[in-house]
T-cell receptor, first 115, second 109 residues
Framework: IAGITQAPTSQILAAGRRMTLRCTQD?????MYWYRQDLGLGLRLIHYSNTAGTTGKGEVPDGYSVSRANTDDFPLTLASAVPSQTSVYFC??????????????FGEGSRLTVL | GQNIDQPTEMTATEGAIVQINCTYQ??????LFWYQQHAGEAPTFLSY??LDGLEEKGRFSSFLSRSKGYSYLLLKELQMKDSASYLCAVMDSNYQLIWGAGTKLIIKP
């Protein structure tokens, strides 16, 4: 069982370049999320999707876009990367069903460095 | 604003007991989560509290007091593999998770 898979694991790119981080889950979860994690800060929500075909903005959405064409995939795109987007990015999913705790399942993370 | 506070770092001895505290101020409350995150890895779910009291799960227990905006994670019989960061998160009235910065727990032999 793969769970939730992210790619790439690590990437260095030049400022101004476009980059897409991929996220795929095989648990048929309704809800998916993108977080960034920076030293000394809590996980910060970038974008989320409660179900296929819908997306929403989180706490720090500027400079990022997402799409949710189907249940399994939730890519995150940086249209024009800037150094402040250097971070570790985690994709997560949850069942999102009423009565469940809302436990999140995380991917292994994508370490992005923007120079 | 919404805020989650937890100590930055704690040190404990193998075999001992440690308590990691978390205080919160959020817009509404729909549950409190604890996650464990080993260095360089993804967070993994440990516990969920929505009612006051203690939830026990093996060596780990989590306590919640909603009136005090307070929770703690209690780890017993510490093992070296418990060295990790422990993340406290609260689900607010909009069912969004607010995360603390995490507590790095160092276990010494």
């Amino acid at each position: 069982i793969a769970g939730i898979t992210q790619a790439p694991t690590s990437q260095i790119l030049a400022a101004g370049r476009r980059m897409t981080l991929r996220c795929t889950q095989d648990m048929r979860h309704n809800a998916m999320y993108w977080y960034r994690q920076d030293l000394g800060l809590g996980l910060r929500l970038i974008h989320y999707s409660n179900t296929a075909g819908t997306t929403g903005k989180g706490e720090v959405p500027d400079g990022y876009s997402v799409s949710r064409a189907n249940t399994d995939d939730f890519p995150l795109t940086l249209a024009s990367a800037v150094p402040s987007q250097t971070s570790v990015y985690f994709c997560a999913s949850s069942d999102g069903l009423a009565g469940n705790t809302g436990e999140l399942f995380f991917g292994e993370g994508s370490r992005l460095t923007v120079l | 604003g919404q805020n989650i506070d937890q100590p930055t770092e704690m040190t404990a001895t193998e075999g001992a007991i440690v308590q990691i505290n978390c205080t919160y101020q959020t817009s509404g409350f729909n549950g409190l989560f604890w996650y464990q995150q080993h260095a360089g890895e993804a967070p993994t779910f440990l516990s969920y509290n929505v009612l006051d009291g203690l939830e026990e799960k093996g060596r780990f227990s989590s306590f919640l007091s909603r009136s005090k905006g307070y929770s703690y994670l209690l780890l017993k019989e510490l093992q070296m593999k418990d060295s990790a960061s422990y993340l406290c998160a609260v689900m607010d009235s909009n069912y969004q998770l607010i995360w603390g910065a995490g507590t790095k727990l160092i276990i010494k032999p």
